[in-house]
């Protein structure tokens, strides 16, 4: 690689300013994929727009797959691969389900509501240890979410059920993909995910398919271009940094979502959802600061003479059916102690 080309700039910048990039531009990239979805919906069903958008970004892909041939896909995470795919596939019917129903602001500010998702499903799935500040924070935005659906004022239908569907779904998803990044290349993170998407989509497809007029296929192309830019970007960002670093710039994807709403749609979203949204976006940077901390207090710890036993309990009761079939999430033996170091959680 030349000393100066714009690669090799870009890989000497510190590895969260790179993370934050990627996933400030997988943001800009998902609010325009969702603006094309709410297009496309006024022809096609949404079981329909999720094939299309899985078999164009499967298109895009292609050309890399010719380039670097079948053995860029070798892996032995198969599992972990279709794993991921049909969390994916759920995730995304709600999400496109709900595009169609409800404005694409309110859509995305609910969306935010991710890693509060995590920290329950960390507490009860994996038995973590989640303390008061955190639960705190979990509460905190969970009543922002409340704020966006204000129920008893407005109506919380199915939409607003569909889109924290989603988002449960999509923090699991996320992990997945962190694991996958371990080992896998961002690009055959993606293709992996389309390949299995696109079948699993077209059985239900079948059953309420439209044929898509001519107009629409400018917004198809549109579609697979934006969803897979962005899921290249969100793949880098992943394998640039620690999630807790760059979630935050996730939030990126509501000033964007807002702008393109206004301009294409004539929507504008209320006071009550930037106030709920802020709430969310208050309470989830602050259980990442949390994690942060944790985190940098562990590497400080000295380890402890069981540490290597504790360890591998640790991994058994959290990959008890293998690390192929779900993220293997380590829970090494100083962690309980180094909390404790940096104050409750």
């Given amino acids: 690689m030349p000393p100066h080309s714009p690669r090799a700039f870009f890989a000497s910048i510190p590895a969260p300013v ?45 050309p890399w797959l010719i380039r670097h041939g ?43 509501t991710a890693p509060l998702f995590a920290t329950l499903a960390a507490a009860v799935l994996l038995h973590e240890t989640v303390r008061l500040r955190r639960w705190t924070a979990t509460v905190v935005g969970f009543l922002g979410a409340m ?15 569909l889109v924290l569907g989603s988002t449960a779904t999509a923090g699991i998803n996320a992990v997945m993909v962190k694991q996958l990044t371990r080992t896998e290349p961002a690009s055959a993170i993606v293709t992996y995910m389309t390949l299995y998407i696109v079948p699993l989509s077209l059985v239900p497809a079948l059953f309420v398919w439209v ?14 271009l934006f969803a ?8 880098r960002a992943f394998a640039a940094t620690d999630t807790s670093v760059i979630m935050p710039f996730d939030f990126a994807r509501l000033p964007f979502v807002a702008v393109i709403a206004w301009f294409a749609f004539g929507e504008a979203p209320d ?38 036993a504790a360890a591998n309990e640790g991994a058994a009761a959290v990959s008890a059916t293998g690390p192929e079939e779900q993220p293997e999430i380590e829970i090494p033996a100083p962690a309980r102690s180094a909390k404790k170091s940096v104050g409750d959680d």
Wanted: net charge positive.
């Fill in 18 to 62: 790179r993370g934050g990039l990627w996933m400030t531009a997988a943001a800009a990239c998902f609010a325009a994929m969702n603006a094309l979805i709410r297009q496309l919906a006024t022809d096609l069903p949404a079981l329909e727009i999720v094939f299309f958008r899985n078999f164009a970004g499967l298109a895009f892909m292609l």
């Fill in 70 to 112: 079948p053995s860029a896909l070798r892996t032995n995470h198969h599992r972990l691969y279709l794993g991921r795919s049909a969390i994916g596939f759920a995730s995304m019917v709600m999400w496109f389900t709900a595009l169609t129903m409800m404005p694409l602001a309110e859509a995305t500010a609910l969306s935010f």
């Fill in 147 to 161: 704020i966006v659906l204000r129920p008893g004022f407005d109506t919380v239908g199915i939409a607003q059920i």
């Fill in 211 to 224: 044929m898509p007029p001519l107009h629409s296929l400018p917004w198809i192309i549109l579609l697979g």
């Fill in 228 to 235: 897979t830019l962005g899921h290249q970007a969100m793949t």
């Fill in 271 to 308: 006071i009550w959802t930037w106030v709920g949204a802020a709430v969310i976006v208050a309470a989830t940077a602050y259980i990442a600061q949390r994690e942060a901390a944790i985190a940098r207090a562990e590497l400080k710890t000295p380890p402890s003479p069981v540490a290597p």
